[in-house]
């Protein structure tokens, strides 16, 4: 119904008052489909909207000329409209297509949709695909939130929900135990199962272990969410110290600087020392926490890099050490992101590609022909979705992941 430019993911004033102008312009009919799509009662309080004209509009007619062809009070329902019932797809120019449909902007948010929405064959099309078993009479859903989004906490991403859209989202993810937020069970030997607990819908409680149905007490509830605090915040210095660690000795690699590479193994050493102590300092959070996984993936991705320094060395023996670490590492936090979120999606190929590259570096070939065909599959499943700005580089890795299998 209605597509609009603008240079940033966000639009200006200026770009706000081509909103005005071109929905005035549109044919009555149109206008009249587009106002009966759900209107908030206030624009967003953080959004650029409220930003701009205020959340009810109280400044409207002060930095938008108001267009002949529609009311005041039209225009304003169309602009809260627009906030919450539009499209944003990243342009090749690099800018931001905003997009309106008739039949897509109605479509619910879910933290576990069922659907994905991508370019459709027809231009001013859409196509919505199904990604998971339904049953007859279920709602179809779509994900507002980008993939990161959908692998933080509930609190999080109910957090994003209401900033954006105003909704704390109720889908059936953020309605039970958050799997994100897990916790050794402080019943400790007497559990006897290793079991774990989960963070309660509401967040500031926890749910009766999975595995020996023990309640939480308050008393070790407080104590496990202390750790929790611990963890987060030790968690950003730690992940950001193994990531400038990487690309330091990627570097040097690459550049074959013996000195360089020297001060920059022992700055990935000290990074991932700052990690485990970060680990060890929680010891209450488990495995499968989101922090913990994010800390995994990023020490994965450190011994690697070491590895391969080790092995362009000729230390191929402590090389490999260093890759089965990072394969076991990597596959063990790539599971846990997968049962919390067990769909088809952009950083799930990733890692399955990076895990198969660890296996073929130590010989693997059965495990990494695997990773590589799962890859493959979910490629298909999602690369169709892709926006146009980064159609060329998905079906890049596609051929690539391709060429790979073809060659083992």
Same mark, same amino acid.
């Given at each position: 119904?209605?597509?609009?430019? &603008? ?9 706000? &008052? ?6 005035? %312009? ?32 109280? #400044? ?19 602009? +809260? ?11 090749? /120019?690099?800018?931001? &297509? ?6 897509? %902007? ?13 370019? @459709?064959?027809?231009? @001013?099309?859409?196509?919505? +695909? ?5 049953? =007859? ?20 991403? $109910? ?34 199962? @290793? *079991? ?7 967040? @500031? ?8 149905? #023990?309640?939480?007490?308050? /008393? ?5 969410? =202390? ?23 990627? %570097?040097?690699?690459? !550049?074959?600087? *013996?000195?360089?590479?020297?001060? !920059?193994?022992?700055? !990935? ?11 060890? *300092? ?20 450190? +011994? ?9 060395? *000729?230390?191929? /023996? ?42 073929? $570096? ?7 022909? #695997? ?22 580089? %998905?079906?890049?890795?596609? &051929? ?9």
């Amino acid at each position: 119904m209605l597509v609009l430019q &603008q240079a940033a993911d966000e639009p200006n004033l200026d770009e706000i &008052q081509t909103w005005a102008n071109t929905f005035a %312009s549109l044919d009555p009919q149109v206008r009249a489909q587009i106002l009966e799509l759900y209107c908030p009662e206030e624009a967003a309080p953080t959004g650029v909207l409220g930003f701009f004209l205020g959340t009810k509009g109280e #400044r409207l007619q002060k930095e938008l000329q108001v267009p002949a062809a529609c009311s005041l009070e039209e225009l304003w329902s169309f602009l +809260r409209i627009t906030e919450c019932n539009t499209f944003k797809v990243a342009a090749i /120019d690099g800018g931001t &297509q905003i997009e309106m449909l008739l039949t897509t %902007s109605r479509l619910n948010h879910s933290c576990f949709p069922n659907c994905l929405r991508g370019p @459709g064959t027809r231009s @001013g099309t859409v196509e919505v +695909r199904v990604m998971r078993p339904i049953a =007859a009479g279920e709602e179809l859903t779509i994900s507002y939130l980008p993939e990161e989004a959908l692998l933080e906490p509930t609190t999080h991403r $109910r957090e994003r929900t209401a900033r954006r859209w105003q909704f704390s989202c109720g889908c059936a993810r953020c309605s039970a135990p958050d799997v994100l937020r897990s916790f050794c069970c402080p019943a400790g030997p007497a559990c006897g199962l @290793g *079991g774990t607990v989960h963070a309660a819908v509401e967040g @500031g409680s926890l749910c009766q272990c999975a595995k020996c149905g #023990r309640a939480v007490s308050d /008393d070790a509830a407080q104590q496990l969410f =202390a750790a929790e605090d611990k963890l987060q915040q030790a968690w950003p210095a730690a992940q950001r110290g193994m990531q400038v660690a990487a690309g330091n000795v990627r %570097s040097a690699l690459e !550049a074959r600087n *013996g000195p360089a590479m020297e001060n !920059a193994i022992q700055a !990935a050493m000290k990074a991932l020392t700052q990690t485990v102590d970060a680990v060890k *300092g929680s010891p209450q959070v488990s495995p499968k926490h989101y922090c913990l996984t994010e800390l995994a993936k990023s020490a994965a991705a450190l +011994r690697a890099v070491l590895g391969d320094s080790l092995a362009a060395s *000729g230390h191929q /023996d402590h090389a490999k050490d260093m890759w089965k670490r990072a394969a076991g590492e990597l596959q063990e936090a790539v599971a846990a992101q997968q049962a919390a979120f067990p769909l088809p999606r952009d950083g799930h190929i990733a890692d399955l590609i990076g895990l198969a590259g660890l296996y073929r $570096r130590l010989d693997r070939n059965e495990e990494a022909r #695997r990773c590589l065909s799962d890859a493959l599959d979910e490629m298909n499943a999602v690369y169709w979705s892709c926006e146009p700005a980064g159609r060329e580089a %998905s079906q890049a890795m596609m &051929q690539g992941v391709k060429a790979a299998l073809a060659e083992m």
